[in-house]
């Protein structure tokens, strides 16, 4: 193409534009544009929103719980099978009861855990997990059997269990537990954010509309336009669904992390070192004489427990909580007291009089009480998180298709409120 | 006009997109199961180049005042290492409570002779092999202490090596390094063991005497002889090997298996005692020189031992010249 003929063709454009149907026509195209785009950016940012908080309640609950609930189940039935070995005579109807739902919570928990669609990691601890357990419930009916033959292999059976147990089973159950509450923490704090980008997006377009209207109304000396009055309505109606669902559900997914998830999080931490402890408690003994490292564990678990664990608990709890948790913290200082008598009767001979303290005197019921306190600690803040995480997601229900139909009504509107003007110039 | 229509589906559709998870099937891991302590192979032991004769005790004599005897019975009860549940020889019975077995019938005459005719002054503490030597002298390898035991009578072999860290009182039983199979398994002697793997406790001397062997198996070590059973009854190793004593122990709990081949070794199996605690040596000595004379060690000979590995005439004891 000749180059005279190019600069021709752009200078007509420049002067077809500088007209008022050109720049009408402009004007028009802009607005849809930014109305459509607008509406599809602040939908699309709800519809992700609704998916992290539908993450959270549908993957990252249960699979924390879950988590939670592998490891408790798994550290409470190892506890009672070594405690059922201590008892002379036959195992006791309530011990074997209390093991066996154990291991029932347990592989329920872990095709909880499966059914959460885990990822990565986490979908490889629960597969190991679960491949373990048969294997772990296996090796205790061996030493069940030796046991009730008198015979004392089922000593080595029950220590080869225990050990798969501490050393293999829980680490791996904790292991998920973290990866999990991390996610979960991030995933919440996603959906906490207040969507100030789309807000600003929002605001930008009302802006438009309201300039163009002001200019139509000084270029054509008619004061209101029925299609831009149309659309601005449904611009602004919009971005206040939008600003308020968004809040509200950014509110609502900060207190399911406050008095939720995150007081979960400080109860199953006390709770795992309370069971750890009464696991060291009975595996002392168990170990007859040559437990010093289950008891070396046990004292830096206390510690653990008295300098700070039990402290976060408590700055954790919230109303319904906070009974429960002075309860749990109450019987553990009992506990560790009974447990200091406990080891002063084993070192000193009475061996005997240890082993009915721990399993059935005050030292077993106090242990248990700590456990049963911090369970129904868990249990409500797990109804408080799971109660606001719905809220949250609640408030953004039909927001998205909502805020995506406002905004190409708004676009009709301009269509039909400019076009006509357009038309006019012809 | 179209245009709109195309970007409001595209919103409509974008809102009620499925979401995609990322899921992975996971395959099946491998899984291997051992109690805790395995080593396989197994570390193996020095031995000392230092010639003795392992079966050289003290010859007996009173207790003397101020003295290990003294210490232990004003403290009003001995405390006894033995072995992780060694069915026969001293295990802790499932149903009573009880310390039963050979050893521990001893340890009660031990008892009795201490406490004037009190059987059960008696705490007894469980230790893994590699543990034995610690718990007497009251102190690991590393020099950190470790919780005393006045002695350990857990079926050890008395070695030369042992005799420079602790003392030993005389003979109690005379065994001999054997192995056990499962039924069935092809192997008769030490001479099958060619390339298999073969468990006994972690720094026994059996160990030792399986590296030399050779056939060369390949040694596992497990914390104690239980162990070893129990990775036979898994299939994860081909034979236990140890002292006889032991080994009928092991049998007796589980008929598949079967000791098998003669005894290719001298295990002379004394109590292990501190050096320092020599009038508890003699005391021991004593006690067990009565039990000879009584025909009590018979008796517990026939009531523990002899149905599993037939009966036995005590050993002599091999007293230093003083």
Not at chain 1, 336 to 351: I, K
Request: proline share 4%; charged share 20%; aromatic share 6%.
């Amino acid at each position: 193409m000749p180059k005279e003929n190019r600069q021709g063709g752009l200078r007509k454009a420049i002067g077809y534009s500088r007209r008022a149907p050109g720049q009408l026509t402009a004007l028009l195209v802009v607005l849809v544009l930014v109305c459509l785009a607008a509406g599809l950016g602040a939908a699309l940012d709800v519809q992700r929103r609704q998916q992290v908080l539908g993450g959270v309640i549908d993957r990252g609950g249960p699979l924390t719980g879950a988590a939670v609930e592998i490891y408790q189940s798994l550290s409470d039935a190892n506890a009672t099978a070594v405690s059922a070995f201590l008892v002379s005579s036959v195992e006791p109807a309530d011990m074997r009861a209390r093991y066996e739902s154990n291991i029932n919570e347990a592989s329920a928990a872990l095709s909880t855990a499966a059914s959460g669609s885990p990822t990565g990691e986490s979908a490889a601890t629960v597969t190991r997990l679960a491949v373990y357990l048969p294997r772990y419930a296996g090796l205790v009916e061996r030493a069940k059997a030796y046991n009730r033959q008198g015979q004392p292999q089922g000593a080595a059976y029950l220590r080869e269990a225990s050990h798969l147990v501490q050393s293999t089973m829980l680490p791996a159950a904790q292991r998920l537990f973290h990866a999990e509450t991390t996610r979960l923490a991030q995933a919440q704090s996603d959906a906490g954010v207040i969507g100030w980008v789309f807000l600003g997006v929002g605001m930008l377009a009302l802006g438009g509309l309201v300039v163009v209207q002001v200019y139509l109304a000084r270029a054509t000396r008619r004061v209101l336009n029925a299609g831009m009055l149309a659309a601005t309505v449904a611009a602004v109606a919009a971005f206040s669904w939008y600003g308020i669902a968004t809040t509200s559900a950014a509110e609502r997914s900060v207190a399911s992390r406050q008095s939720g998830s995150a007081a979960v999080e400080a109860f199953a931490e006390a709770r795992i070192k309370a069971l750890e402890a009464r696991s060291d408690e009975a595996l002392t003994l168990v170990a007859r004489g040559n437990g010093r490292s289950y008891e070396d564990h046990f004292i830096s678990v206390r510690d653990e427990l008295n300098n700070g664990i039990l402290e976060r608990a408590r700055a954790a709890a919230g109303d319904e909580t906070s009974g429960h948790i002075r309860n749990a913290i109450d019987a553990w200082y009992s506990w560790v007291e009974r447990h200091r008598d406990l080891r002063s009767q084993d070192d000193t001979g009475s061996y005997d009089d240890a082993v009915r303290r721990a399993t059935s005197g005050d030292s077993g019921l106090l242990s248990s009480r700590v456990d049963t306190e911090l369970g129904a600690a868990i249990a409500r803040a797990a109804d408080t998180f799971r109660r606001e995480a719905v809220q949250a997601r609640d408030a953004l229900a039909g927001a998205g298709i909502g805020i995506g139909v406002l905004m190409v009504l708004a676009a009709l509107g301009v269509w039909f409120g400019l076009t006509p003007r357009i038309r006019e110039y012809r | 006009m179209r245009i709109l229509v195309v970007v409001a589906a595209a919103v409509l559709v974008g809102a009620c997109g499925a979401q995609t998870q990322d899921s992975v099937p996971v395959g099946v891991p491998s899984v291997v199961v051992l109690p805790s302590g395995v080593q396989d192979p197994a570390v193996v032991p020095d031995v000392s180049t230092k010639p003795c004769n392992p079966k050289e005790s003290l010859r007996p004599g009173p207790s003397v005042s101020g003295g290990a005897v003294a210490e232990i019975k004003a403290r009003g009860r001995l405390v006894l290492g033995v072995g992780s549940s060694a069915y026969l020889l001293s295990h802790r019975d499932p149903i009573s409570g009880r310390m039963l077995g050979f050893e521990a019938e001893i340890a009660r005459e031990i008892s009795a002779a201490i406490f004037d005719g009190d059987r059960d002054k008696i705490q007894f503490r469980s230790l893994n092999a590699a543990e034995r030597i610690s718990a007497v002298r009251g102190v690991d390898d590393s020099g950190k202490p470790v919780e005393r035991v006045d002695m350990v009578m857990a079926g050890m072999t008395m070695t030369c090596d042992r005799r420079e860290k602790v003392a030993f009182s005389a003979e109690y039983y005379s065994a001999g390094q054997r192995i056990l199979v499962n039924k069935g398994s092809g192997i008769r002697s030490k001479d099958d063991l060619g390339g298999r793997k073969v468990c006994a406790s972690a720094t026994s001397t059996n160990i030792r005497t399986l590296a030399e062997l050779p056939a060369k198996p390949i040694p596992v070590a497990a914390a104690n002889t239980s162990d070893c059973l129990l990775l036979l009854q898994q299939g994860q190793i081909d034979a236990v090997s140890t002292g006889d004593v032991i080994l009928a122990g092991l049998a007796a709990q589980d008929k598949a298996t079967e000791i098998v081949g003669p005894s290719f070794t001298e295990e002379p199996t004394g109590i292990a005692i501190k050096r320092e605690s020599s009038d508890l040596v003699r005391f021991v000595n004593g006690v067990l020189e009565s039990m000879r004379a009584s025909g009590k060690w018979q008796t517990l000979q026939g009531d523990w031992l002899s149905e599993y590995i037939g009966g036995a005439t005590p050993p002599v004891p091999v007293y230093a010249v003083e």
